[in-house]
């Protein structure tokens, strides 16, 4: 084991400590993209501001060529909660026994800097390939998701520029790097519903209409549906209440209105749409009055069985050995926004355990290894064998 303050200090480590010591808490960036512009255009990357709002975003492409092959990624992490909690300070990168500590180190600073390691070795290696590679980067992921990859999509969108392959840099793995690849990701509706009803005094339950016990039924039913049966990529869709209110505090009044809150976490099985007409005939079935207000937060992805897809697979094995598992499971990413654009998208990154978590980190000698992936990738895309080399 190594001890509290050596590792092996590798050109990835390097650069994610660089990256890990810039305090980007949503949407700011801490200066993490200045210093990524800086090693990409010796590179021969046109760079492209495309900020919104607080968020700054980068557009940066090499080559005009197809296949266009983009990295995707965001530089902004969460805040870092009470910092006497951490045993080393969240924005100082610190290693010890064997790995690298500070906010961003699992979500996602380290898949960043093994992207632009793995960019600058296959470039030395194969400096004119047939095609193009973009990096698609975002200081707003973490936050509301409204100023950050959104606008770079709605950008290429207007000028008709479509991607061929990405690969976004999300802390994928569950024990060890390339275990798991996320192939796709379940769509998020969500809706805000309110059941009228008739206030009264408590004694006198005939005066007034409970909300409560009208909802009831209606409740116990939704819950119970079956809203579909999921296909091979994805699990059946879901229905969760997360929040419920209702009452004025007091324990002698029927109240006037009930709330609740919740979510479909939803497969490419069933539209919004539909579990919308679904949702409103139980409603409606139970004779409810109600005001209802919907939220989509994102559409289902999936990427099948493909080149990208096994390029992926195949490079997991040559490095580590695994064989990878494919999965859909998990919350929303920006990989929502980009498959607009993008046929086939993928999900790749290292452990996900400490993300978001007080001492977050990631081992170091995973670091390397995550950036090997990344390249050979590149070479599978592009064809590139390992004695074309330069």
């Known amino acids: 084991m190594l001890s509290t303050s050596f590792a092996v200090e590798t050109p990835v480590l390097t650069l994610a400590r660089a990256l890990i010591a810039c305090p980007s808490v949503t949407p700011a960036d801490g200066g993490a993209l200045a210093l990524i512009r800086a090693r990409l255009a010796p590179l021969g990357f046109t760079l492209a501001a495309i900020d919104r709002g607080e968020t700054k975003n980068l557009w940066a492409r090499r080559g005009t060529a197809r296949p266009l092959f983009c990295f995707a990624g965001h530089v902004d992490v969460v805040p870092p909660g009470s910092l006497e909690a951490?045993?080393?300070?969240?924005?100082?990168?610190?290693?010890?026994?064997?790995?690298?500590?500070?906010?961003?180190?699992?979500?996602?600073?380290?898949?960043?800097?093994?992207?632009?390691?793995?960019?600058?070795?296959?470039?030395?290696?194969?400096?004119?390939?047939?095609?193009?590679?973009?990096?698609?980067?975002?200081?707003?992921?973490?936050?509301?998701?409204?100023?950050?990859?959104?606008?770079?999509?709605?950008?290429?969108?207007?000028?008709?520029?479509?991607?061929?392959?990405?690969?976004?840099?999300?802390?994928?793995?569950?024990?060890?790097?390339?275990?798991?690849v996320k192939n796709g990701?379940?769509?998020?509706?969500?809706?805000k519903l309110r059941v009228k009803g008739v206030q009264c005094h408590i004694a006198y339950p005939e005066k007034g209409k409970n909300p409560i016990h009208a909802l009831a039924p209606a409740l116990a039913e939704l819950a119970a549906t079956r809203w579909d049966e999921g296909n091979e990529y994805f699990p059946p869709t879901t229905w969760q209440v997360s929040n419920f209110h209702a009452g004025t505090g007091a324990n002698n009044v029927v109240p006037a209105f009930a709330d609740i809150l919740f979510n479909f976490r939803f497969?490419?099985?069933?539209?919004?749409?539909?579990?919308?007409?679904?949702?409103?005939?139980?409603?409606?079935?139970?004779?409810?009055?109600?005001?209802?207000?919907?939220?989509?937060?994102?559409?289902?992805?999936?990427?099948?069985?493909?080149?990208l897809a096994e390029a992926?697979?195949?490079?997991?094995?040559?490095?580590?050995?695994?064989?990878?598992?494919?999965?859909?499971?998990?919350?929303?990413?920006?990989?929502?926004?980009?498959?607009?654009?993008?046929?086939?998208?993928?999900?790749?990154?290292?452990v996900n355990a400490t993300s978001h978590k007080i001492d977050e980190h990631i081992a170091?000698?995973?670091?390397?290894?995550?950036?090997?992936?990344?390249?050979r990738v590149l070479e599978r895309v592009f064809n590139c064998a390992p004695c074309q080399r330069r």
């Open 267 to 307: 497969s490419t099985a069933s539209t919004p749409e539909a579990l919308q007409q679904r949702f409103t005939a139980i409603l409606d079935k139970h004779a409810l009055e109600y005001d209802l207000a919907w939220t989509l937060g994102a559409r289902p992805f999936l990427t099948p069985k493909g080149e």
């Open 364 to 375: 170091t000698d995973a670091l390397p290894k995550l950036a090997r992936i990344y390249e």
């Open 86 to 180: 951490w045993t080393s300070p969240p924005f100082a990168p610190t290693v010890r026994n064997g790995c690298l500590y500070g906010r961003g180190a699992a979500d996602m600073k380290s898949s960043l800097a093994a992207m632009l390691v793995a960019v600058e070795n296959f470039l030395a290696a194969f400096p004119n390939p047939p095609g193009s590679i973009a990096f698609l980067l975002t200081s707003d992921e973490e936050g509301e998701a409204l100023d950050g990859t959104t606008a770079v999509v709605e950008a290429l969108k207007a000028r008709g520029e479509t991607l061929d392959h990405c690969l976004v840099g999300e802390p994928t793995s569950v024990s060890h790097v390339g275990d798991m």
């Open 312 to 350: 992926i697979r195949k490079a997991i094995q040559e490095e580590t050995g695994l064989d990878p598992e494919f999965s859909t499971t998990g919350g929303t990413s920006d990989g929502r926004f980009i498959a607009e654009i993008c046929p086939q998208l993928l999900e790749f990154g290292p």
């Open 185 to 191: 990701r379940r769509g998020s509706l969500s809706g």
